[in-house]
Nanobody, 123 residues
Framework: QVRLVESGGGLVQPGGSLRLSCTVSGIASRILFSSNEMGWFRQAPGKQRELVASTTTGSTTDYADSVKGRFTISRDNARNAVYLQMNSLKPEDTADYYC?????????????WGQGTQVTVSS
Protein backbone atom coordinates (compact mmCIF):
# COMPACT_ATOMS: atom_id res chain seq x y z
CA GLN A 1 0.00 0.00 0.00
CA VAL A 2 1.26 3.46 -0.83
CA ARG A 3 0.67 6.70 1.02
CA LEU A 4 -0.02 9.87 -0.95
CA VAL A 5 0.65 13.22 0.70
CA GLU A 6 -0.25 16.47 -1.06
CA SER A 7 0.72 19.98 -0.02
CA GLY A 8 1.05 23.52 -1.31
CA GLY A 9 -2.55 24.64 -1.60
CA GLY A 10 -3.93 27.89 -0.28
CA LEU A 11 -5.87 31.04 -1.01
CA VAL A 12 -4.73 33.03 -4.03
CA GLN A 13 -6.14 35.90 -6.05
CA PRO A 14 -7.19 35.42 -9.67
CA GLY A 15 -4.13 35.55 -11.88
CA GLY A 16 -1.89 34.27 -9.12
CA SER A 17 0.23 31.13 -8.92
CA LEU A 18 0.66 28.14 -6.66
CA ARG A 19 2.91 25.09 -6.74
CA LEU A 20 1.51 21.83 -5.43
CA SER A 21 3.68 18.95 -4.28
CA CYS A 22 2.93 15.28 -3.76
CA THR A 23 5.10 12.58 -2.26
CA VAL A 24 4.50 8.84 -2.48
CA SER A 25 5.70 6.56 0.30
CA GLY A 26 5.06 3.04 1.51
CA ILE A 27 5.99 -0.51 0.67
CA ALA A 28 7.56 -0.77 -2.81
CA SER A 29 6.68 2.88 -3.36
CA ARG A 30 9.83 3.66 -5.32
CA ILE A 31 9.16 0.87 -7.80
CA LEU A 32 5.46 1.71 -7.98
CA PHE A 33 6.13 5.41 -8.47
CA SER A 34 8.80 5.05 -11.15
CA SER A 35 6.73 2.51 -13.10
CA ASN A 36 3.46 4.45 -13.08
CA GLU A 37 2.06 7.38 -14.94
CA MET A 38 1.26 9.99 -12.30
CA GLY A 39 -1.38 12.65 -12.32
CA TRP A 40 -3.15 15.45 -10.50
CA PHE A 41 -6.88 15.21 -10.03
CA ARG A 42 -9.21 17.84 -8.64
CA GLN A 43 -12.67 17.91 -7.18
CA ALA A 44 -14.66 21.10 -6.98
CA PRO A 45 -17.65 21.41 -4.64
CA GLY A 46 -20.62 19.53 -6.06
CA LYS A 47 -18.64 18.13 -8.97
CA GLN A 48 -16.99 14.84 -9.81
CA ARG A 49 -13.26 14.37 -9.46
CA GLU A 50 -11.44 15.03 -12.72
CA LEU A 51 -7.94 14.40 -14.04
CA VAL A 52 -6.29 17.71 -14.92
CA ALA A 53 -2.67 16.76 -15.66
CA SER A 54 -0.55 13.64 -16.04
CA THR A 55 3.04 12.68 -16.66
CA THR A 56 4.26 9.35 -17.94
CA THR A 57 7.34 7.52 -16.70
CA GLY A 58 9.18 9.15 -19.58
CA SER A 59 7.85 12.59 -18.54
CA THR A 60 5.46 12.97 -21.46
CA THR A 61 2.71 15.25 -20.20
CA ASP A 62 -0.98 15.68 -20.91
CA TYR A 63 -3.46 18.28 -19.73
CA ALA A 64 -7.16 18.87 -19.57
CA ASP A 65 -8.24 21.60 -21.97
CA SER A 66 -9.32 23.76 -19.05
CA VAL A 67 -5.77 24.05 -17.69
CA LYS A 68 -3.66 23.71 -20.84
CA GLY A 69 -1.12 26.50 -21.12
CA ARG A 70 -1.51 27.48 -17.45
CA PHE A 71 -0.54 24.36 -15.48
CA THR A 72 2.69 22.39 -15.69
CA ILE A 73 3.15 18.93 -14.19
CA SER A 74 6.57 17.47 -13.43
CA ARG A 75 7.97 14.50 -11.57
CA ASP A 76 11.14 13.62 -9.67
CA ASN A 77 11.56 9.84 -9.61
CA ALA A 78 14.50 10.08 -7.21
CA ARG A 79 12.27 11.78 -4.64
CA ASN A 80 9.04 9.88 -5.41
CA ALA A 81 7.48 13.29 -5.98
CA VAL A 82 5.18 14.92 -8.48
CA TYR A 83 4.51 18.65 -8.76
CA LEU A 84 1.90 20.91 -10.29
CA GLN A 85 2.83 24.49 -11.12
CA MET A 86 -0.37 26.47 -11.52
CA ASN A 87 -0.21 29.91 -13.12
CA SER A 88 -2.88 32.40 -14.17
CA LEU A 89 -5.29 30.85 -11.72
CA LYS A 90 -9.00 31.38 -12.20
CA PRO A 91 -11.90 31.13 -9.73
CA GLU A 92 -13.01 27.98 -11.55
CA ASP A 93 -9.73 26.33 -10.51
CA THR A 94 -11.01 26.32 -6.93
CA ALA A 95 -11.06 22.69 -5.78
CA ASP A 96 -9.37 20.07 -3.66
CA TYR A 97 -6.36 18.73 -5.53
CA TYR A 98 -5.10 15.15 -5.26
CA CYS A 99 -2.27 13.20 -6.83
CA UNK A 100 -2.48 9.54 -7.82
CA UNK A 101 -1.21 7.07 -10.34
CA UNK A 102 -3.07 7.04 -13.66
CA UNK A 103 -4.20 3.93 -15.51
CA UNK A 104 -4.38 3.80 -19.28
CA UNK A 105 -8.17 4.23 -18.89
CA UNK A 106 -7.41 7.50 -17.01
CA UNK A 107 -8.71 6.09 -13.73
CA UNK A 108 -6.64 6.40 -10.52
CA UNK A 109 -4.20 3.64 -9.67
CA UNK A 110 -3.63 3.78 -5.93
CA UNK A 111 -5.96 3.42 -2.99
CA UNK A 112 -6.69 5.09 -0.67
CA TRP A 113 -6.52 8.69 -1.84
CA GLY A 114 -4.42 11.15 0.10
CA GLN A 115 -5.98 13.96 2.09
CA GLY A 116 -5.62 16.37 -0.81
CA THR A 117 -4.72 20.04 -0.70
CA GLN A 118 -7.27 22.81 -1.02
CA VAL A 119 -6.89 25.55 -3.60
CA THR A 120 -9.13 28.60 -3.41
CA VAL A 121 -8.96 31.28 -6.07
CA SER A 122 -10.81 34.37 -4.98
CA SER A 123 -10.41 38.10 -4.73
Amino acid sequence: QVRLVESGGGLVQPGGSLRLSCTVSGIASRILFSSNEMGWFRQAPGKQRELVASTTTGSTTDYADSVKGRFTISRDNARNAVYLQMNSLKPEDTADYYCNGVHQNREPTFSPWGQGTQVTVSS
